[in-house]
């Protein structure tokens, strides 16, 4: 019998793979890696006008994609190889408030950004986005391979850092930037207890950091069966929220409004939007 230490570390598959075939026959760069190309309707505007008859004149949006280099299965600790499926979501509400405007002028900053994904769909609007990621199993030269493959997608100014959600000293570099910093973003991040704890100390840091800033935070809730229970419960996200209200309200340098956002914003790109998907917003202020 194979004791706890002795067993092999679980491998995982992002459920994405299953539902749609984003794969394509491009050689990737390192065996055992795939590149998918992820199709979305890109709205040029917002902006529509009337002909000659007054009839609404839509501009038609055009098809784009987001072309990534990734896992097709991994070990847990790994898992920002692949991509999954709330990145489609924050990417939907990205190009929303892309274009309404709010990303103008902007400095957005991804936490666990993975293989880049949503922060390539950042960098369509913002005027610079900085995606950071451990320096772990690859995953920062990994991000850099794709932000090549995105090129024309990526208007903004785009860098790529580490930073370890575990990881309690920051570079002078890495706080230069946070001060900076209006919009965070964060996508598929919750997985584990001790993760997410050290996420939402890492969150907690940098909203207090040079308010006022906004970070919209995706989800996908999983459930899981306990006897203790003896319902399906979902752990990790119960431990987010337990921590995120005990922190909410101890930040002397801001005031924080923490609001889950419904999701009634169009769908751009292509994957099920299941019920499991939330989204929340944090809001920090400067303390008057």
Not at 98 to 106: A, H, I, V
Not at 147 to 165: C, G, H, T
Not at 218 to 236: G, I, N, Q, W
Request: proline share 4%; net charge negative.
């Amino acid at each position: 019998m194979e004791t706890e230490s002795e067993m092999p570390e679980m491998t995982v598959t992002s459920e994405i793979y299953q539902e749609y075939d984003y794969k394509t026959k491009l050689t990737p760069s390192q065996e055992g890696n795939v590149i998918s190309e992820f199709p979305f309707l890109l709205p040029l505007s917002q902006n529509y006008t009337f002909d000659d008859d007054d009839d609404l004149d839509v501009e038609r949006p055009t098809k784009a994609c987001v072309k990534i280099e990734h896992s097709s299965k991994t070990k847990i600790a790994l898992v920002g190889l692949q991509v999954w499926r709330g990145a489609f979501l924050l990417g939907d509400l990205l190009i929303h408030l892309g274009l309404n405007g709010k990303l103008n002028g902007k400095t957005v900053l991804e936490l666990g950004a993975g293989t880049g994904f949503t922060s390539f769909v950042a960098a369509l609007y913002a005027k610079k986005v900085i995606c950071t990621d451990i320096d772990l199993g690859g995953i920062l030269e990994l991000i850099k391979l794709n932000a090549k493959y995105n090129n024309e997608l990526i208007k903004s100014k785009f860098k790529v850092m580490p930073l370890d959600f575990k990881e309690i000293e920051w570079s002078r570099q890495l706080i230069q930037e946070i001060q900076k910093v209006d919009i965070v973003i964060a996508a598929d991040v919750i997985y584990d207890d001790d993760v997410t704890a050290a996420f939402i100390s890492t969150v907690q840091r940098i909203m207090n950091t040079n308010p006022p800033k906004v970070l919209y935070i995706v989800m996908e809730k999983r459930y899981v069966f306990t006897l203790e229970h003896m319902d399906s419960v979902a752990p990790c996200y119960e431990t987010f929220l337990a921590l995120l209200h005990k922190v909410k309200t101890e930040n002397v340098n801001a005031t924080w409004t923490v609001e889950q956002l419904p999701l009634d914003f169009p769908k751009y790109f292509t994957y099920d939007r299941v019920n499991e998907l939330v989204l929340w917003k944090i809001t920090s202020k400067v303390v008057k």
